[in-house]
């Protein structure tokens, strides 16, 4: 049974706020979205105020990460505001929305990295900001409470651990993506900064 029905959503400007509202504790959190990327099946997820739930994480990830000391107030803004490297769920956003953008995975640097560009990563904040909200719940040891909810759960966006029958085609999107960008040349970034900008949030 799911009992983390959130009192509130919090958005990517919560979020990234001072202070922030998110605290530097282990926890399990919860992606909640108002616009479906195209594809993803929603039968069965659990909706709340027309938001669905499609993805859950968390922070550490003992584990599969025995050694992390991650919390859920650096993992969540990594998500809000970082890049497809560090984010599986802003790479499988992003990936499932390049048809959209127009962004798609890239090698960036040194080639040894992908994103989907600054621009890209900058356009998925606003889809982000617009569509995409977090709740979370402190628990010592999320790993353990992750493993029940997506055993039990329709949770279409998740792959480690996940049953669900979108699996096989997100990760065949993903893999191609990565095929994609290993075939085109690095984008160069030299001289452009990740950044947020004001004007791109606010159209």
């Known amino acids: 049974m799911f009992n ?3 009192d509130r959503f919090f ?3 919560d979020v990234m706020s001072r202070p922030t509202p998110v605290p530097a504790v282990n926890g399990i959190y919860f992606w909640w979205f108002k616009e479906i990327p195209p594809g993803v099946p929603t039968e069965g997820c659990i909706i709340q105020d027309g938001y669905t739930l499609l993805y859950v994480g968390i922070s550490p990830d003992k584990k599969g990460k025995p050694n992390s000391r991650a919390n859920l107030r650096q993992r969540i803004k990594t998500h809000y505001s970082g890049n497809a490297e560090g ?3 802003r790479r499988t956003l992003g990936v499932l929305l390049s048809a959209e953008s127009n962004f798609p ?3 960036v640097g040194s080639g040894t990295r992908t994103t989907f560009t600054h621009p890209g990563e900058q356009w998925l904040d606003k889809w982000m900001e617009k569509n995409a909200h977090v709740y979370w719940v402190a628990n010592e040891e999320p790993w ?5 909810l997506i055993s039990s759960i329709s949770l279409p966006l998740n792959l480690q651990g996940n049953n669900h029958n979108f699996k096989p085609i997100l990760s065949a999107m993903r893999s ?3 095929a994609e960008a290993k075939i085109m040349e690095i984008a160069d970034e030299r001289g452009f900064r990740r950044s947020v900008i004001a004007e791109l949030m606010n159209e």
């Open 4 to 6: 983390f029905y959130p």
């Open 87 to 89: 984010s599986t769920l």
């Open 144 to 148: 353990v409470l992750e493993e029940k």
């Open 11 to 13: 958005s990517r400007t």
């Open 105 to 107: 995975l890239r090698r």
């Open 176 to 178: 191609k993506a990565m």
